[in-house]
């Protein structure tokens, strides 16, 4: 049988209708033969003709019932019996090594390609307000790069701008090759894609129709074949015949991904795709977007999770109308942050001063802040314990001999290690120290 349904049941009233051109000609068939018995009833005056013509629609309604549930059937059988091929019989289906496989060790990007997406000092205003100014950054081919930024701070209308929906003020940019022209407009929608925050599904459209759709729209050679790709690689091909509108907000991501994944871009932008999703679909989101990594494909994604950002991106903007900071999160810190090591032990030093100051390589030290910002290194925290960060430039040369001087003066060493600065620390330096973040 064919690969796709010859009838699927409708979706408002009753019975099947055609979805396949096999089904069509079933249907033309029957009509064809129902008209006939008709005219055939009429010129010889007997009731023989609605009979017949009762009997081809009857016959229309078993075949029309008996190839769908056969071939829904057959994919459902196709289905569970998929996974058997590469998992044992116990083992839950597994989906692609796109949703599954862990996240290896970043590559080194490839820098013989060129890049995907090149921002020179890009302006949006409406009116008098400004959208975002002076933006310049670089994304290297089949990098994931975060863009991050308060709200409003013009992350949503930068991704609009470089998706060719709006036109920028001034500056300008280069769009998976092509120059972010007026009449790029079309060449450069081929190569991207661009997934919001909300899906924008069909909701009383299965997923298979509205994949069906867009595909007609991207004008997509053997469409059926590219929506079961796509499907599987966001594990959602068990879920082919359901009601958009049926779906969890999880599913419906997930549907809206593979949309548009349909058209297999170059760059892809993704704007807050786990927002509202618990714990579980967000991580499974996650998966998916390693696995464009793997892929080689590029990946622009704005997010209000750092955690999110931390684990997935290769370089990180952050944004507040103007360009903040560009760079590898390690780097980032580099800048920001001094390197500094954080000792803890079972009772504060009784003159902390001297061990320190004992120490080549140690540049300053204090009580760390956590404990109380107005106590000084004499004042023991309520656990009796104390915490210091000394600062110093090269940790691993720092750290033997400040041990040793530790052990010297007596101190039960608890812990020991350089203080590591997370995305989420970088991001609030940048902003609080930014007017504009404060008195928009």
Known sequence: MSADPWFVKRQIGFGWRPAAWQGWVITVVVLGSGIAAVIVGRVHKSLLGYIGLLAAFGLYALVASAAARVQAGARATATAAAPTATAPASAAPAPRAIATAPAPVRPALDTSRPPALVV?????????????????????????????????????????????????????????????????????????????????????????????????????????????????????????DDLCGSLSKGLKQRAGLARALLSNPEVLFLDEPTSGLDPVATRDVNDLIEGLRRR???????????????????RVAILNTTMRMVGRPDDLRAKLFSRALVVATASPLSSPANVFDSVKGIDGWSLDAVQDENADASTPPPDGGARYVVNVSDPKAVAPELTRA????????????????????????????????THR
């Open 120 to 240: 020179d000092h890009l302006t949006k205003r409406f009116g008098d307000r400004v959208a975002f100014q002076d933006v310049s950054f670089t994304v290297g081919a089949g990098e994931v790069f975060g863009f991050l930024g308060p709200n409003g701070a013009g992350k949503t209308t930068t991704v609009r701008t470089l998706g060719t929906l709006i036109a920028p003020t001034s500056g300008s940019a280069i769009v998976a090759g092509m120059p972010l022209l007026p009449e790029n407009g079309q060449a450069i929608r081929q190569r991207i894609a661009i997934m919001p925050e909300a899906p924008g599904l069909y909701l009383r459209l299965s997923v298979r129709e509205n994949l069906q759709y867009f595909a007609g729209l991207f004008s997509i050679a053997n469409p059926n074949e590219r929506i079961g790709e796509v499907l599987e690689a966001v594990n959602m091909l068990p879920r082919i």
């Open 296 to 314: 080689g494909v590029t990946v622009f994604l704005t997010t209000h999770r750092l955690e999110e950002a931390q684990r997935l991106c290769d």
């Open 406 to 437: 530790l052990v010297a003066a007596g101190a039960d060493v608890e812990q020991l290690a350089e203080r590591v600065h997370s995305l989420e620390d970088i991001y609030l330096q940048l902003v609080n120290e930014d007017v504009e973040a």
